[in-house]
């Protein structure tokens, strides 16, 4: 199973990004998709999921009603928006599968600075 996270970049507080995770070596339907992430110096840890049937599962209070996630089954790739960025939300951002695969992508990077 192979996770391919894109779309990270340095953005200023109150901005947007969208982010994707090309998912490969498993049948991407049939799985709930997680996003987490990782700030500087600290543990990862798990923001967001979706359902097979496409509904959000929040797992992080601080980022509910600014980050939405959604799939696309036919490109096996699951997106996170995230809106109105706030500095701690800087970090190394995966996604995953649930239940956890124990081998991670590499992660695409969140700074938000001004």
């Known amino acids: 199973v192979q996770f391919v996270e894109s779309g990270g970049a340095v953005v200023q507080p109150g901005g947007s990004l969208r982010l994707s995770c090309v998912v490969s070596g498993l049948t991407f339907s049939e799985y709930v998709l997680s996003w987490s992430r990782q700030p500087p110096g600290k543990e990862r840890e798990l923001l967001i999921g979706?359902?097979?049937?496409?509904?959000?599962?929040n797992y992080k209070t601080s980022v509910k009603g600014r980050f939405a996630i959604s799939r696309d089954n036919a490109k096996s790739t699951v997106y996170l928006q995230m809106n109105n960025l706030k500095p701690e939300d800087t970090g190394l951002y995966f996604c995953n599968r649930v239940p956890r695969f124990p081998a991670w992508g590499r992660g695409t990077q969140v700074t938000v600075s001004s």
């Open positions: 979706i359902t097979t049937g496409g509904d959000t599962i």
